[in-house]
């Protein structure tokens, strides 16, 4: 009754979080039936997503890396720093003969990379819009895939789109960071109730990515 009563509270927030955006994708009930491990018991690797450019893919990555680190998930590779384990994972996919640089990823690559980062989750997907407009309106399209690399199964895939949210930031830069720390942590706050309850840190800030994308060189 508990778990049910967080998954409702969720889907509340998200309704309010981000007002006018679509949803698709798993339900987070749908994800909480498969009745999943702690996040201290699984080790997850993220995979560089697809973006229009490197600044966008940094802006995705740093979110999903905190809101990992918030939730107490395991990451790999397992380093002294997020950003020493990002450069270590674009390591290990540059390296992959069976992939065509910058193509989008695909689960069979997922599932490959993840046994050489020796993950049992990956996270993966697509930023296919992230702008913002003169009128300081920032717009996303982004897909976000849980996938189980023993089973080669998706447990978990959602795709937000927002075409016009208002922020207060003059900064075109500042205006996508945010929306799109806004849609990842909603993504997270979704799966929180899916998952054993666990202790969590703060909630991720802008701020936060921000130093994440400019130590990565962005």
């Not at 590779?77 to 384990?85: D, E, G, H, I, R």
């Not at 992939?99 to 989008?104: D, F, I, S």
């Not at 895939?157 to 942590?185: L, P």
């Amino acid at each position: 009754m508990k778990k049910l009563i967080c998954l409702l509270a969720c889907v509340v927030t998200s309704s309010a979080a981000l007002a006018g955006s679509q949803r698709e994708g798993t339900a987070p009930e749908t994800f909480a039936a498969t009745n999943p491990p702690a996040p201290s018991e699984v080790k997850v690797a993220v995979l560089p997503f697809w973006a229009a450019n490197q600044r966008q893919i940094e802006i995705a990555r740093g979110a999903i890396l905190l809101n990992l680190q918030r939730h107490r998930f395991g990451i790999v590779p397992a380093t002294a720093s997020l950003v020493v384990c990002a450069q270590e994972t674009d390591r290990v996919v540059k390296a992959d003969a069976q992939r065509e640089p910058g193509a989008r990823i695909q689960r069979e690559d997922a599932v490959r990379l993840g046994r050489q980062l020796n993950a049992r989750w990956v996270i993966y997907g697509e930023v296919e819009k992230l702008e913002c407009d003169i009128s300081h309106r920032a717009a996303i399209d982004l897909r976000l895939v849980i996938l189980d690399v023993a089973s080669e199964k998706i447990l978990y895939w959602v795709r937000w789109q927002d075409t016009g949210s208002r922020s207060g930031s003059a900064k075109r830069s500042s205006n996508e960071r945010r929306i799109a720390v806004q849609t990842i942590n909603l993504t997270f706050d979704e799966l929180k109730g899916a998952l054993p309850p666990h202790k969590m840190g703060p909630e991720v800030t802008e701020e936060q990515v921000r130093q994440f994308i400019q130590a990565m060189g962005q």
